[in-house]
């Protein structure tokens, strides 16, 4: 049993994390949201989970690594430099990021990257996601954990090699790109499918979330597994072995 710290706990994720927690046998040790002092919720933490915005990380880091306690990332739109202050933070505390806490997503992410590098460069690739009409960022953070799936298959740098946002006289797709859509509306949690498309014959990868609750028993699982480790950056790929 450990008491669980969340950050953003009262965004959309907070209230399901907090009753997901107490289902799992954990003690919830409180929240923490804009303007609040994370120091002091990570002092009567064993582990945070963070739920927040990409301008906290920093300060949440910082509390982690001030307690010597471990933080499961679950926020998403996070830029180089985030990844940069997380990869810091890991040399103190064990920190695990990850785009999207589901464990069926993790898998499906293996699967991609997996069917990218057996099928070869001649596979168009796009990837197709929908999210309820509050969400701020696209592609999501999701989309993004599979496009790197897939570019690491290639053996391929996704940001060079993507394409979104098409509109008007674009011009034939790029050769070996990595294509995304984002759709937006209704209560949505999230649906994404990875689409490779070759000549006559076509295969879709596809995972449906039917309620937030599965993200909040992925970061619970994740943080389980994350209280045992020593430091360092892991990924819920290790939390699955695979």
Do not use: C
């Not at 996070?78 to 040399?91: G, P, V, Y």
């Not at 990868?205 to 909040?216: T, W």
Request: hydrophobic share 40%; glycine share 14%.
């Amino acid at each position: 049993m450990a008491n669980i710290g969340v950050i953003g706990s009262k965004g959309a994720m907070g209230e399901v994390l907090r009753r997901v927690i107490e289902e799992s046998g954990h003690d919830f040790s409180g929240g923490a949201d804009k303007g609040d002092d994370v120091g002091k919720l990570a002092d009567v933490s064993d582990l945070l989970v963070d739920f927040s915005a990409p301008a906290a990380l920093q300060s949440n880091l910082h509390a982690a690594v001030g307690a010597g306690i471990p933080i499961v990332i679950g926020t998403t739109g996070l830029e180089r430099k985030h990844h940069d202050a997380i990869d810091q933070a890991a040399h103190a505390i064990p920190v695990l990021q990850t785009g999207n806490t589901s464990l069926g997503v993790t898998l499906l992410a293996h699967l991609v990257r997996e069917a990218a590098q057996r099928l070869g460069k001649g596979w168009d690739i796009e990837i197709l996601e929908m999210h309820h009409r509050r969400k701020v960022d696209a592609p999501s953070g999701t989309a993004l954990l599979l496009g790197d799936a897939a570019a690491g298959g290639r053996g391929i740098d996704l940001a060079t090699n993507s394409e979104s946002g098409r509109d008007g006289a674009t011009g034939p797709r790029s050769e070996g790109a990595i294509g995304f859509a984002a759709l937006r509306g209704g209560t949505v949690a999230g649906e994404h499918s990875v689409i490779l498309a070759g000549e006559e014959e076509r295969i879709t990868l596809s995972h449906s979330a039917e309620n937030r609750a599965i993200f909040a028993r992925g970061a619970i699982r994740a943080a389980e597994w994350l209280r045992t480790r020593e430091t360092g950056r892991y990924s819920m790929d290790q939390v699955l072995g695979i």
